[in-house]
């Protein structure tokens, strides 16, 4: 019997060794932001809504991600609106089928019926925003409907002037769609490394153009600049210079992913066409992309030497010191990284 207790023991252990045991701080989900529909923020973090998901910057640890984790359960991930409720730590998402919220923690999404609050389409709602007291829906024509902030409940006899005093002090997400906490005019600001701001709410480099959607003056904090390519910019505080945020993978769809003995990472990429291009012909592709987890930082590398292997013909890759070995379709490439050649 001895023996066979130890037999048990013996086979559990080497099967739990197997088959590991993964919780979601395990994996690490790596994917691009398309168009950023809305911003909102808490203590400690920043939400970034796109029509591909929720986006996350961590302000302590300067870690972005994908928030996969928080959108379990939701099929349809392109979020119109993204809103932190700071007085209940609630956060609230409105995508085309339906308005729901939840505590952060949580992994319960409790749905609010369009028709159960007077809305005929998510197209009517353009902003989100949270008072003491209730969670309050901003619709086209700036018209206001109020709800109650634990059960989403229509509230429909407020007095007019109670309605007055409530709207000055919510909070509101910044969201394409309005201009309430979105009005930063980016002309008054400048920048560097080849962009160029030619209007209130465009920038430009190496003639690629992007549109400004949504801005979000965080307070005591970034000032934070949301694009229709899901690239994002930002100032700080005091200053007036903007400046592109490079935590952002430049990455859709891995080809081949690579971790080196340096512990940073090498990717391929499948596509040859990027969310921030215009489609543009003079625009450089990306060849590689090149991951310093550790600081966060992601940088593009191009090749032209040899323009017709793409990234998506890349099938291999081996780092020797300062060597990359990149095995492509085509043949074998060598990259001296400290000499960038």
């Given at each position: 019997?001895?023996?066979?207790?130890?037999?048990?023991?013996?086979?559990?252990?080497f099967?739990?060794?197997?088959?590991?045991i993964?919780?979601e701080d395990?994996w690490?989900?790596i994917l691009a932001?398309?168009?950023?529909?809305?911003?909102?923020?808490?203590?400690?973090?920043?939400f970034?809504s796109?029509?591909n998901?929720?986006?996350?910057?961590n302000?302590?640890?300067n870690?972005?991600f994908?928030?996969?984790?928080?959108?379990?359960?939701?099929?349809?991930?392109?979020?119109?609106?993204?809103?932190y409720?700071?007085?209940?730590d609630?956060?609230?998402?409105?995508?085309?089928?339906?308005l729901?919220?939840?505590?952060?923690?949580?992994?319960?999404?409790?749905?609010?019926?369009?028709?159960?609050i007077?809305?005929?389409?998510?197209?009517?709602?353009?902003n989100?925003?949270?008072?003491?007291?209730?969670?309050?829906?901003?619709?086209?024509?700036?018209?206001?409907?109020?709800?109650d902030?634990?059960?989403?409940?229509?509230?429909?006899?407020?007095?007019?002037k109670?309605?007055?005093?409530?709207?000055?002090?919510?909070k509101?997400?910044?969201t394409?769609?309005?201009?309430l906490?979105?009005?930063?005019d980016i002309?008054?600001?400048?920048?560097?490394?080849?962009?160029?701001?030619?209007?209130?709410?465009?920038?430009?480099?190496?003639s690629k153009?992007?549109?400004?959607?949504?801005?979000?003056?965080?307070?005591?904090?970034?000032?934070?600049?949301?694009?229709?390519?899901g690239?994002?910019?930002?100032?700080?505080?005091?200053?007036y210079e903007?400046?592109k945020f490079e935590?952002i993978?430049?990455?859709?769809?891995?080809?081949?992913?690579y971790l080196?003995?340096?512990?940073?990472?090498?990717?391929a990429?499948?596509?040859?066409?990027?969310?921030?291009?215009?489609?543009?012909?003079?625009?450089e592709?990306?060849?590689?992309?090149?991951?310093n987890?550790e600081?966060n930082?992601?940088?593009k590398?191009?090749?032209?030497?040899?323009p017709?292997?793409?990234?998506k013909?890349?099938?291999?890759l081996?780092?020797?010191?300062?060597?990359?070995y990149?095995?492509?379709?085509m043949?074998l490439?060598?990259y001296?990284?400290n000499?960038?050649?």
């Open positions: 019997m001895k023996n066979c207790i130890i037999y048990f023991i013996i086979i559990f252990s099967l739990y060794g197997r088959n590991f993964y919780d395990s690490h989900s932001p398309e168009e950023i529909t809305s911003i909102t923020y808490n203590r400690d973090k920043v970034f796109s029509t998901g929720l986006f996350i910057y302000k302590w640890y870690d972005f994908y928030a996969d984790y928080i959108l379990n359960g939701i099929d349809n991930k392109n979020i119109l609106i993204a809103h409720d700071k007085y209940r609630k956060i609230w998402i409105l995508n085309h089928e339906n729901l919220y939840k505590t952060e923690g949580s992994n319960v999404w409790i749905t609010v019926n369009f028709s159960s007077e809305i005929a389409n998510s197209r009517r709602i353009i989100i925003g949270s008072s003491p007291d209730y969670i309050i829906l901003q619709t086209r024509y700036d018209h206001y409907i109020f709800l902030p634990f059960t989403g409940n229509l509230i429909d006899n407020i007095e007019y109670k309605t007055r005093n409530e709207l000055l002090n919510v509101w997400s910044s394409s769609k309005s201009l906490n979105n009005n930063i002309s008054k600001y400048y920048i560097f490394d080849g962009w160029y701001i030619e209007s209130p709410n465009m920038l430009t480099k190496d153009r992007l549109y400004v959607t949504c801005t979000l003056h965080h307070s005591n904090e970034k000032k934070w600049i949301g694009t229709h390519t690239e994002l910019f930002f100032a700080d505080e005091y200053s903007l400046e935590a993978p430049p990455i859709t769809n891995i080809n081949v992913a080196d003995n340096k512990n940073e990472w090498w990717i990429d499948n596509n040859w066409l990027y969310s921030s291009l215009d489609v543009l012909y003079n625009q592709v990306i060849f590689l992309s090149h991951w987890e600081n930082i992601w940088t590398l191009f090749q032209k030497r040899y017709q292997i793409l990234s013909d890349i099938n291999t081996f780092r020797v010191d300062d060597i990359l990149v095995g492509t379709s043949g490439l060598i001296f990284i000499l960038d050649k």
